[in-house]
């Protein structure tokens, strides 16, 4: 059986990131059902935003360096545009980049990972891990 692809929301990233130990992260318990994750261009460009040293930038480098990091291409901004639009509707809004990495899932038919559940529950298709 073919092991599932997991998106990973920049959400998750920062806390295994912060916490000291990593064994209390949601990405080692992640780690417990599949080895095969994946991160949006977002999530990319999210993280390096945030980063204010050297040595977080090397961490952070290496981290990269190891996980495919998916473009955020024509079809997901297509389906990024309707989730906007459904969430204007619905007056549930919430930030781009969430709705950006959100249909970076969506468009690969994969779950997401996330620690920001209130938001990315919105979301009508997205498969999310519990």
Same mark, same amino acid.
């Given at each position: 059986m073919e092991e599932q692809i997991i998106l990973l929301d920049t959400s998750v990233l920062i806390d295994f990131f912060r916490k000291t130990d990593k064994s209390k992260s949601y990405l080692y318990t992640l780690s417990k059902i599949s080895?095969?994750?994946v991160v949006s261009s977002v999530t990319h460009y999210e993280i390096y935003t945030g980063v204010n040293s050297e040595s977080q930038k090397s961490i952070w480098d290496?981290?990269?360096n190891g &996980?495919?990091?998916i473009p955020f291409d &024509?079809?997901?901004?297509?389906?990024?545009a309707d989730i906007d639009i459904q969430l204007k509707k619905a007056r549930k809004q919430?930030?781009?980049?969430?709705?950006?990495?959100?249909a970076t899932a969506i468009s690969l038919n994969i779950p997401?990972?996330?620690l920001n559940?209130?938001?990315?529950?919105r979301i009508a298709n997205l498969q999310l891990i519990d």
């Open positions: 080895e095969s994750f290496q981290f990269f &996980v495919d990091i &024509v079809k997901a901004s297509g389906i990024a919430i930030d781009s980049s969430d709705i950006f990495i959100a997401c990972a996330t559940k209130k938001h990315f529950s």
